[in-house]
């Protein structure tokens, strides 16, 4: 069964520290991997998108990991800010001929000062 | 470039009314979907059209939700009659073309809420 599993769930962290996401799945055949951030009351917003042969992608403070061989991925995230508070859900790609995407539940970051 | 946009933003209905949904997809993508996504949940896709077509609705729970995207550009989504748990997030995306190498582009999505 296809399916992306994160975590943790949630998670507090004082405002200029690091933290580290994870995200496991089964998904197969695998197409790409991307970590998407959606504040409250938003549409998710795409951070990054890594391929089978990508093992590391970054976009400002953020670094996305990937194992391909071991189906992990790993999201992190430098010297938090408060703008960083979101949902970061982790998306993996059917590698068919139809976007199919499947969809982590989300690990909920909270960035305190 | 303008994003996806939906309209509106919030809605509460009672069980057994009707709601609609609009969204228009940026400009040029020919791919839109429609996706459920219930408080802490990743969302879900109930429908996929590329063009005016319908490429994927399977889950779209059939005898109470319709979706049409005429011309190929906006769409809507309609729910009759609500049910409770229908309560959720109705997220909007569109892409250039329904391959995986193409990114989807979200809208703000509407908030529904059946009482």
């Known amino acids: 069964k296809n399916q992306v599993e994160q975590s943790p769930q949630s998670l507090i962290i004082l405002e200029g520290k690091n933290c580290t996401l994870q995200c496991n799945y089964t998904v197969s055949p695998f197409s790409n991997l991307r970590w998407y951030k959606q504040d409250t009351g938003r549409g998710p917003v795409s951070l990054t998108i890594m391929t089978f042969s990508e093992n590391t992608k970054s976009n400002g403070r953020y670094t996305a990991t990937l194992d391909a061989d071991t189906k992990q991925s790993s999201l992190h995230i430098t010297a938090s800010q408060l703008s960083d508070s979101a949902s970061y859900i982790c998306v993996v790609t059917l590698q068919t001929g139809a976007n199919n995407l499947f969809f982590g539940t989300g690990t909920r970051l909270t960035v305190i000062p | 470039e303008a994003g996806v946009a939906q309209s509106p933003r919030y809605k509460i209905i009672e069980k057994r009314q009707s709601v609609a949904f609009w969204c228009n997809p940026i400009s040029g993508h020919a791919t839109l979907y429609w996706y459920q996504q219930i408080l802490g949940q990743g969302p879900k896709l109930l429908i996929q059209?590329?063009?005016?077509?319908?490429?994927?609705d399977s889950q779209l729970p059939k005898d109470r939700f319709s979706a049409e995207r005429l011309k190929g550009v906006d769409s809507t989504l309609k729910i009759q009659p609500a049910k409770l748990e229908d309560s959720a997030v109705y997220l909007c995306a569109s892409s250039l073309g329904q391959f995986s190498s193409y990114e989807q582009y979200f809208g703000p999505g509407t908030r529904l809420t059946v009482t």
């Open positions: 059209f590329q063009n005016n077509g319908v490429v994927d």
